[in-house]
């Protein structure tokens, strides 16, 4: 069984900087891409960036995202944070190919964690 945990939201001040943490365990053999979304209350959810590089146009230039694929883990760097980034993040493991308990294919998502941008 796959799961994929989300870590690292906090309260932070508007400009500050923050990491995020995405990492799914289980008997994993590979993972196409890992993908961050996020959802502010009232809306809907909305994709923000992924490990093939691709970024929503709201947090180009101040937000990145790396892998570290040894630990089955994608990192979303956020800087200058303001207040609309105020939403629940999660994030969605993209092909991943597991073999126990049977060899599956599938898409896995996260729970989220919780990021509040506010003075």
């Known amino acids: 069984q796959v799961q994929v945990v989300e870590s690292g939201g906090t309260l932070v001040q508007p400009g500050g900087s923050l990491r995020l943490s995405c990492t799914a365990f289980?008997?994993?053999?590979?993972?196409?891409?890992m993908q961050w979304y996020r959802q502010a209350p009232g809306k809907e959810r909305e994709f923000v960036a992924d490990?093939?590089?691709n970024y929503a146009d709201s947090v180009k230039g101040r937000f990145t995202v790396s892998r570290d694929n040894f630990k089955n883990t994608a990192y979303l760097h956020m800087n200058n944070l303001g207040p609309k980034d105020t939403a629940l993040y999660y994030c969605?493991?993209?092909?991943?190919?597991?073999?126990?308990?049977?060899?599956?294919?599938?898409?896995?998502w996260g729970r989220g964690t919780q990021v509040t941008v506010s003075s």
């Open positions: 490990t093939s590089s």
């Open positions: 969605k493991a993209i092909n991943v190919y597991s073999d126990r308990p049977e060899r599956r294919h599938a898409d896995y």
């Open positions: 289980g008997s994993i053999v590979s993972i196409d891409t």
